[in-house]
């Protein structure tokens, strides 16, 4: 183990002890990722009178999807019954009503983002004081406008909660703010199953830690998800696992790369398999570019209409849709892309696509793998690639003598990619 992967496993330990045994943390953790099992279960799939929702809405029976507030008021209730009996001060009754309710201004408010636009919290109430003042004060609005319509006693009783575990006064509403931070984190380990990036990852420590300090016994359990959470991006990125760790280490002990207010926004051009996803994802990590795929949308598509993303497949979707819009993916692509950040698009395939990249000034980075590499990667991911056939549609070669800014080899040297990188972003 590594020095900073073990500093990042300390991250989350304070130093009071913990009464919960290992075996006993291990039990409660598993249970809390088995309760998301209930988020992969959707009511109504495929029943009959509801088959058009069934077709064209984007819940799929095993698929988690983005947390609703409800679906997240669940869970922490639920966790705070599975919890509470380790720890026998806890009044189990009144930290559920409490958890029940915790979020539930948030249908007036909306639920606010703790990233932020750099995505630290800086500006946000996770960590900035005068962002906090202003969410608390919208919220005690929010609980006025609540109860406005609610009988005297109704009304009574959600000020009472409300009131208690947004002041977090009492053991049970300091109890149920920590669980709420550990079922964040939980939901983080898996729906992302190791797909995040240092900054991500940082940020997601630090509001963690906010969590912890509320309700310090929990420390073992949050250490826990955390250290499974390691092991996903570990086992996702096992070449620049360590590069990962110091570049998560340096931006909680303060030391983050520069943030730079107009970075490049970078548009990457290269055949099947060279390994644009990954080049894009370490431009995540060096520089905070966020990546915006054309290619994912194609995919979805395809597995819609036929079942599969073969190359066959998604290059006759591109016959036939651009005949509509000749750059009608990254078009798709671009509408929900970030505002106001860097981007990376990760595949440019036709003219007109590079065209718009090179009309809204994005930095082009060609690149090249050589081809068993590629077929073997496809092979890999479970796609079909037929060098001979695949590789001579105009997806993989109209762009093959466009200039570009720079050229970048992915042959499989971790080492050799970040450095092109570190050259690419200037550092």
């Not at 690149?367 to 496809?378: K, T």
């Amino acid at each position: 183990m590594t020095e900073k992967l073990e500093a990042l496993l300390r991250s989350l330990i304070l130093k009071t002890s913990s009464s919960v045994a290992p075996p006993e943390v291990r039990q409660d953790v598993d249970q809390i990722y088995k309760l998301f099992d209930l988020e992969r279960t959707v009511r109504f799939f495929g029943q009959r009178y509801w088959e058009s929702e069934s077709r064209f809405e984007s819940a799929r029976p095993g698929q988690l999807q983005l947390e609703n507030v409800a679906a997240h008021s669940f869970q922490v209730a639920n966790s705070v019954m599975l919890l509470g009996n380790r720890f026998p001060d806890i009044d189990i009754s009144r930290a559920v009503e409490l958890a029940i309710v915790h979020d539930q201004l948030e249908m007036i408010t909306g639920d606010k983002d703790p990233v932020g636009k750099y995505g630290d919290g800086s500006d946000t109430h996770a960590f900035n004081s005068s962002e906090r003042d202003a969410k608390s004060n919208e919220e005690a609005a929010a609980l006025k406008y609540f109860v406005r319509n609610l009988d005297q006693n109704a009304a009574a009783m959600y000020v009472d909660l409300m009131t208690e575990v947004t002041a977090e006064k009492t053991l049970e509403a300091r109890f149920v703010k920590a669980v709420d931070k550990l079922q964040a984190l939980a939901f983080v380990r898996v729906k992302k199953v190791g797909d995040i990036g240092p900054s991500h990852l940082s940020f997601t420590i630090r509001y963690s830690r906010e969590g912890l300090k509320k309700f310090p016994e929990l420390q073992l359990h949050f250490s826990l998800i955390l250290e499974d959470l390691l092991a996903d991006i570990e086992q996702v990125y096992p070449a620049n696992f360590q590069t990962y760790c110091q570049l998560t280490c340096d931006i909680l002990d303060g030391n983050p790369a520069p943030r730079r207010e107009h970075l490049m926004q970078v548009a990457l051009i290269g055949k099947s398999g060279v390994g644009k996803s990954t080049l894009a994802k370490l431009l995540n990590y060096h520089s905070g570019t966020e990546r915006v795929s054309s290619g994912t949308i194609c995919r979805q598509i395809a597995k819609l209409l036929f079942g599969n993303d073969d190359k066959s497949t998604t290059q006759t979707l591109d016959d036939a849709l651009t005949s509509i819009d000749s750059s009608i993916f990254l078009n798709a692509a671009l509408l929900t892309a970030p505002t106001g950040r860097p981007i990376c698009l990760d595949s440019l395939r036709f003219r007109s696509d590079y065209e718009i990249a090179r009309r809204r000034g994005f930095t082009i980075v060609r690149v090249i793998a050589p081809d068993e590499v590629r077929v073997a990667r496809l092979s890999e991911r479970g796609q079909r690639f037929d060098p001979g056939k695949d590789g001579t549609h105009r997806s993989e070669t109209e762009l093959d003598t466009v200039d570009v800014d720079y050229t970048v080899e992915n042959s499989g040297d971790i080492d050799a990619l970040e450095n092109s990188i570190r050259t690419l972003i200037g550092q």
